[in-house]
Structure formats: C-alpha cells, structure tokens
C-alpha cells in the first residue's frame, strides 16, 4: 500500500463494502484453479477478528483464513485479492490504534512468508516472530524472501467443525451494541437471546444442536 500515514485504517477496516457477499464466477480455469463456482468475499472485519484469535507463539496464513471463510459460509472458496488487502488493512489499522491490537505480525502469506506490506516492513514483522521463538529463514540471492521455518508446526486451528466452539454469524448485532457484522460464542448470553429472537438475518454455524441452542436461552431466562 501507498502512503500508509495519510490513510485513517480504522475507517477502512468498518467499510463493509456492500459484505459479506458471494458470487458466481464462469471462467473454466478459475473454477479448475479454485474447485468450484461459488466464490465468497469477507468484510475487512471479519479478517481482523480471526486475525485476533491467533495467539502467542502460534501463525495463521492467508490462505487458512479464506478456507475458513469458504467453509463457514458454504462457498468453494475465499475470493484470493481482497484477502490479501484486508489483511493488510487490519494490520495498518492496528498499526494506527493506540489499545485493541490486533497480532497481524503471525497472518503469513503462503508458505509462511512473512508480508513486506505490514507496517515497518519485512524487519518488524520478523522482530516480532523472533521475540516469540520463531526462526526465520532467508530465501533467494536477489528476490530475497522470508518465511518462518516450519511454520505447519505452529498454525493455529480455526475451523468451524471444531467441538469446542459454536458462532452465530452475521446480523446487524445492534442488540450488542455493534453496527457490524459480528462473531459471538454461543455462550456469551448476554447477546445470543436477544440476537436469535429479534434478528432474523442470522444463520448458525454449530456442532451444537438447535434445542441445545434454546435450552441455553431458557437457562438464562430462567436466571435472569
């Protein structure tokens, strides 16, 4: 990105951009590339808040985020070149905050890369690695890259099927007080009520069953 200090990143991360939404595509080699049609583009947000979850001493790449998405929403994959930008986004827009960090320094490009596109560049981002025991490895004479050796080792697991976790994705969540898209746990209470009776734009993404669901709801009426 160009002239990252006259750009207020914190903005641009809340620009929805008219998503989530999915598309279509038609083009026979995309869809071979890609193993099918249906593409998905996630709000700059959604990335961010994944990219919260990723804790100390673990990474996360690009591509594992847009396969979580894909997944979660049913598409046959992540739309590649917002991905890219947004993750850049978040990390600038961390950048430029002063609390509410955001640990983009472990989302690596593919292969576990490290992104020049960070703040402060391929350094910074390797400082951070290094201060959190990772090694990084050098590439190439005159294309020099950077990865994090062996970085499989250390990727943070973030699928939806996962037994521990349950989200409720999507709605205006104005009952939580946020105008945009949301993640909550199943188990935060003091949203889901309200958030499953009055928002009928949700969907649930679970190993928990419906009843299981309602019987959280009842439980918390019943002791409210």
């Not at 990723?54 to 690009?62: D, E, F, H, L, R």
């Not at 970085?151 to 943070?156: A, I, M, P, R």
């Amino acid at each position: 990105m160009a002239n990252e200090n006259k750009k207020d990143f914190n903005v641009m991360l809340h620009d929805n951009k008219d998503m989530p939404k999915f598309q279509t595509i038609t083009d026979q080699k995309s869809i071979e590339k890609y193993g099918g049609s249906k593409m998905y583009f996630a709000p700059p947000i959604d990335y961010d808040k994944v990219m919260k979850k990723i804790p100390y001493g673990k990474v996360i790449t690009v591509g594992k985020i847009r396969e979580y998405f894909a997944k979660l929403n049913g598409a046959d994959f992540t739309e590649p070149i917002t991905a890219g930008i947004f993750v850049s986004i978040a990390a600038w827009a961390s950048y430029q905050r002063t609390d509410d960090e955001t640990p983009y320094w472990r989302t690596l490009k593919a292969n576990g890369e490290l992104n020049e596109k960070y703040p402060n560049g391929i350094e910074a981002q390797k400082e951070k690695l290094e201060a959190e025991g990772h090694t990084i490895l050098q590439k190439g004479r005159k294309n020099i890259r950077y990865y994090v050796k062996d970085y499989e080792k250390f990727l943070n697991s973030i699928s939806p099927d996962r037994d521990d976790e349950a989200w409720i994705i999507g709605g205006k969540n104005r009952y939580c007080g946020r105008e945009n898209y949301g993640i909550f746990d199943v188990n935060n209470m003091k949203c889901l009520p309200a958030l499953l009776l009055a928002e009928p734009d949700f969907y649930v993404i679970r190993n928990y069953s419906v009843m299981f669901m309602y019987e959280k709801m009842d439980s918390f009426f019943g002791n409210s």
